[in-house]
């Protein structure tokens, strides 16, 4: 298929490059660290190879959400946006945007979403995962009351939020001690956002926001297979709900959710979210450059799916999402 739009696609600037090492072996660094730094060259033949018309891009991870201090995290995410702004203005129709937060302060955030969204024309905000405040172990998540102000801000600007994955912190992964393969994209991730992601929808933040739209990479983090057990374990024994939002968590997966096929290329698992989410909502990406584009583009188009489906997340999905001028 022609024409695709992805958006879990990642660049690194000098300053964050360090925060994705340990993903490849040694002999693969010298790479993966050439895609990350490149933009115009390497990915654009990428894309033209394999039907990709669009990336809106994102900085890799951890990097702002893993600096402790908010001045510092603030001032790496305004080089990041600022750089990202400049690569895009070269090709706009190929080269879309999504902002760095620094989270760490929400007020901050808010003005630097505000600034890539009005003055830059950034599409979204990618976030990795909780940030750390002012100490590594202090670790937020953003269902907590002082990022109030910052989702009425994403609301209003009515962009989405993509929930990105991070690995937890060390002292936060005694399940996975002796088992260092289950970190990062292998399990790590996975469950570290999809937690994320439920808590956000327990907070009851969509009923205070009802507009707000997340995006989950990696076909939604395992929650599709598993989004009716969270709403239905147990149903025989009647007890009053133990959250605060007012609607089942399946009603907010439903609605206020989008699902990436980044970086999890299985039409088995394309068709199982089809059919929780719906394709309306799921949308094509490749994760590169930790992943290739050929593989997830070889995949996707020859997935066993209609046309009018692959149609959507392909690229009309995207599109319409993000307001895209094609
Ligand atoms: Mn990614």
Redesign the pocket.
């Known amino acids: 298929m022609i024409g695709k739009i992805g958006l ?1 696609e ?1 660049f690194a600037i000098p300053e964050t490059l360090q925060d994705s090492a340990g993903f490849v072996p040694g002999e693969y660094w010298k790479e993966l660290s050439k895609r990350l730094l490149d933009v115009q060259e390497y990915r654009l033949r990428e894309m033209d190879a394999n039907g990709m018309e669009m990336m809106i891009l994102s900085l890799n ?1 951890p990097a702002v959400q893993a600096i402790p201090s908010p001045q510092k995290a603030n001032e790496i995410a305004l080089r990041a946006n600022d750089f990202l702004a400049e690569q895009v203005a070269k090709r706009p129709t190929r080269f879309q945007a999504f902002a760095a937060l620094p989270l760490q302060d929400a007020d901050m955030a808010t003005r630097e979403l505000e600034r890539c969204v009005k003055d830059l024309g950034f599409k979204g905000a990618l976030v990795n995962g909780f940030s750390q405040v002012n100490t590594p172990e202090n670790c937020v998540y953003y269902d907590a009351p002082q990022f109030e102000g910052f989702w009425d801000s994403i609301e209003k600007l009515d962009v989405p939020f993509y929930l ?2 991070r690995n937890p912190i060390d002292s936060w992964s005694q399940i996975y001690n002796g088992h260092p393969w289950l970190m990062g994209p292998t399990w790590a991730f996975g469950q570290e956002t999809a937690v994320h992601a439920l808590r956000l929808m327990a907070s009851g933040l969509f009923d205070k926001h009802p507009k707000l739209q997340i995006i989950l ?1 990696h076909m939604g983090e395992g929650l599709p297979y598993n989004m009716w057990r969270i709403d239905n374990r147990n149903a025989w024994v009647k007890l009053p709900k133990t959250y605060p939002a007012k609607k089942t968590f399946g009603e907010y997966f439903q609605n206020n959710f989008y699902i990436t096929t ?2 999890n290329f299985r039409t088995q698992t394309l068709i199982d979210a089809m059919l929780e989410i719906g394709a309306d909502r799921i949308l094509f990406s490749t ?1 590169w450059p ?1 992943e290739n584009v050929d593989h997830a583009a070889n995949w996707f188009d020859a997935a066993s799916i209609s046309e009018a489906d692959r149609l959507k997340i392909g690229r009309t999905n995207a599109a319409q999402l993000f307001k895209l001028d094609l």
């Open positions: 879990e990642h991870a990105h994955p990479g980044s970086g994760d930790f």
